[in-house]
Nanobody, 118 residues
C-alpha cells in the first residue's frame, strides 16, 4: 500500500503563487511516476502535471509556463510550484502515483483545495 500526503493548498489572489507538495510512503516501486490532477466543481478530474523518476515532465497545456513540477526521487516527494494563478485554476488538487508502466495501480492523495479569488 502507498500513502500520499499532500500540503500547501489555500486561498490566493489572482496572479499569486502557491506551492503544493506530496510525499509518498509505503511500498513505492522503482518505476513510480508521480503527478497532480485537479477537479473543479462540476468538472471532470483532469491531468495537470507529472514527472517520471528520470525527471521527464509533462504538463497540461493550460498550465505550461506557469506551473513547475519537481521531484526528489530518493524521497519519493514531488512539488508543484504554481505561479500567475488564475481563477480557473481553482480546484481540488490531487497527488497521484502510478506504480508501474503496464496496468499501473493509481494511488491518490486526499486532495487539497486551491482557491484563486479576489
Amino acid at each position: 500500500q502507498v500513502q500520499l500526503v499532500e500540503s500547501g493548498g489555500g486561498l490566493v489572489q489572482p496572479g499569486g503563487s502557491l506551492t503544493l507538495s506530496c510525499a509518498a510512503s509505503g511500498s513505492v516501486g522503482g518505476f513510480a511516476v508521480m503527478g497532480w490532477y485537479r477537479q473543479a466543481p462540476g468538472k471532470q478530474r483532469e491531468f495537470v502535471a507529472s514527472i517520471s523518476r528520470s525527471g521527464i515532465t509533462t504538463y497540461v497545456e493550460s498550465v505550461k509556463g506557469r506551473f513547475t513540477i519537481s521531484r526528489d526521487s530518493a524521497k519519493n516527494t514531488i512539488s508543484l510550484e504554481m505561479n500567475s494563478l488564475k481563477p480557473e485554476d481553482t480546484a481540488v488538487y490531487y497527488c497521484n502515483l502510478k506504480d508501474r508502466w503496464i496496468d499501473p495501480i493509481d494511488y491518490w492523495g486526499q486532495g487539497t483545495q486551491v482557491t484563486v479569488s479576489s
